[in-house]
């Protein structure tokens, strides 16, 4: 099954450096049986692009979490091939829960947002909860990160990323 991992840059630096990635509490995104159900139209890619999103939206909740650091203010979602992975519908369409961490050649790519992004991930990491908890402000600028696509990278091309940050 191919899963979208939320992560942030130290995460990444972290899986570099350990070969392997181990996603926050086991969870990561896919196309899950009940993530076809809820939409009525719709391809694989199309849906497999709601949870790569879903999972960009993570990865500003972690980067929330993280605090300040010296890395730039980026989301950054894993794409791999799994096994382990079990669909979790009562947390959302798209979630799923690994059964542990995910080791570098199962990555299919990296998606990153490029440095045009930084402002309005920072300005979205500000407000995150609000928006979850319904703020319409809050969700605005939320959506305003979310409307810059991530960059994709080749699983090598990780190391020369992280180095040129």
């Not at 992560?7 to 990635?21: I, P, S, W």
């Not at 049986?33 to 790569?52: I, K």
């Not at 500003?60 to 979602?77: H, N």
């Not at 045009?116 to 995150?128: G, M, P, R, W």
């Amino acid at each position: 099954m191919r899963v979208y991992i939320p992560a942030t840059l130290a995460m990444l630096q972290q899986f570099v450096g350990d070969g392997e990635l181990h996603a926050r509490n086991g969870t990561a995104f896919a196309v899950t049986p009940t993530l076809r159900e809820s939409y009525a139209e719709g391809d694989d890619e199309e849906l497999a692009e709601v949870a790569l999103r879903e999972a960009a939206l993570a990865s500003l909740r972690l980067l929330a979490g993280e605090g300040t650091s010296d890395l730039p203010p980026r989301r950054a979602v894993v794409s791999a091939e799994v096994d382990h992975a079990t669909p979790r519908p009562d947390l959302d369409d798209a979630v799923v829960r690994l059964g542990g961490p995910v080791a570098m050649k199962d990555v299919v790519a990296v998606y990153v947002d490029n440095a045009d992004a930084e402002a309005a991930v920072l300005a979205a990491i500000e407000v995150i909860d609000e928006a979850d908890l319904g703020d319409e402000d809050a969700e605005l600028t939320v959506g305003d990160a979310q409307d810059h696509d991530l960059a994709w990278y080749a699983t090598q091309e990780l190391p020369f990323l992280l180095e040129l940050l």
